[in-house]
Each structure stands twice: as C-alpha cells, then as structure tokens.
C-alpha cells in the first residue's frame, strides 16, 4: 500500500526495524535512520508439524517468503538476488552507516537549522531521536505564558506561596522531587 501512494513515503528508523519491519522500510522513497537506529535482516521462520510431507510443505512456503522479501530488498537496494540471500542467511544486523552503504537506506536523520527552529511549535516531537526534554520544556512554557498571560517567574512565586498554604513545601522541594523523578522517566 505504501509503494502504491501517489506521493512521496518517507520512512524514518528512529529504532529498531528488524526483521518484518526492515520490509516495511523499503516501500519508502527515502529511507533515514538515525545515526544510532539497527536494521536486521534474516530468513523468514515458521512453526511446523506433521509428517515429512508437511516439513516439505513448510520449507517450500520458507521458500517462497524468502523470495517474496528478497524482491523489495532488490527494488530498494539493486543488490544481487545473491548476495541478499547470504546477508539473510546470517542474520545481518546494520547500523544507519552499514545500511546507506549497502542500499537499504539513503540518509542520516539529522537536525537542520529550519528544524531546530520548528520545534517551537512542538512540530518535531515525534521525531523521537531528536527528542529534547529542555526544548519541550521551554515550549510548553512559552505556550501557557501566551495563553494565560503570566510569565514564567510569576507562576513560579504563584506556585511557592500555594504551596506554602496548603503542604507547607516550597517550590524548591517541589522542583528537587520532579528532578528525582525526571531521571526515571
């Protein structure tokens, strides 16, 4: 269904796109891994039981799946029928380098200055390689500054004298425990 849409499908690996996912990547038109994602490829497996004639059965579907596969990584990679089938044959594991180099994807994810600008606007948050917590942090803020019209420091003085009302822990507490917490999130 990707391969069949009228516009341009590009696939970013922010992760992990092993096995069936490594499939999947190939329908894009441009493929970008971020310089600390993988991409495996290995055989297809199944489960079989019965007699002989089932084992058979099984090993010519194998078969099949494995050509099935081979046929996106020809079209995204122009490799050999060959020398894919020896790299599924290993199970072979790719870091974003190694798969540029070999075909299965065209680029680097990486940060552009229209894009380092654009998170203002949290448009770039589900690009999670790039994930900033201080950038979201700082946009969130500049969001509820706007709407409520209170700044940051105002909210703050606001926050410590509330909390001096009703728990009688100060913001500085406050900010120590959601730090703790921070580093388990």
Do not use: C
């Amino acid at each position: 269904m990707l391969t069949d849409y009228k516009g341009n499908v590009t696939v970013k690996i922010d992760g992990i796109a092993a096995s069936a996912a490594s499939v999947v990547a190939m329908a894009g038109n441009k493929v970008l891994m971020s310089p600390v994602s993988m991409m495996m490829i290995h055989n297809p497996a199944t489960f079989a039981f019965g007699d002989h004639a089932e084992m058979q059965k099984a090993m010519a579907m194998l078969d099949e799946v494995k050509e099935s596969i081979i046929n996106a990584y020809v079209i995204k990679t122009g490799l050999s029928r060959s020398k894919l089938s020896h790299l599924m044959d290993a199970e072979t594991w790719m870091n974003a380098n190694m798969a540029i180099e070999l075909g299965f994807a065209d680029d680097m994810i990486t940060k552009t200055e229209q894009e380092k600008e654009s998170i203002e606007g949290l448009n770039n948050m589900t690009d999670s390689m790039l994930f900033s917590r201080t950038a979201i942090s700082n946009t969130l803020q500049n969001k509820l500054e706007k709407h409520y019209g209170v700044s940051k420091e105002d909210v703050t003085k606001q926050a410590e004298i509330k909390v001096l009302e009703v728990k009688g822990t100060s913001a500085s507490e406050l900010k120590e425990r959601l730090n703790f917490m921070k580093r388990f999130i």
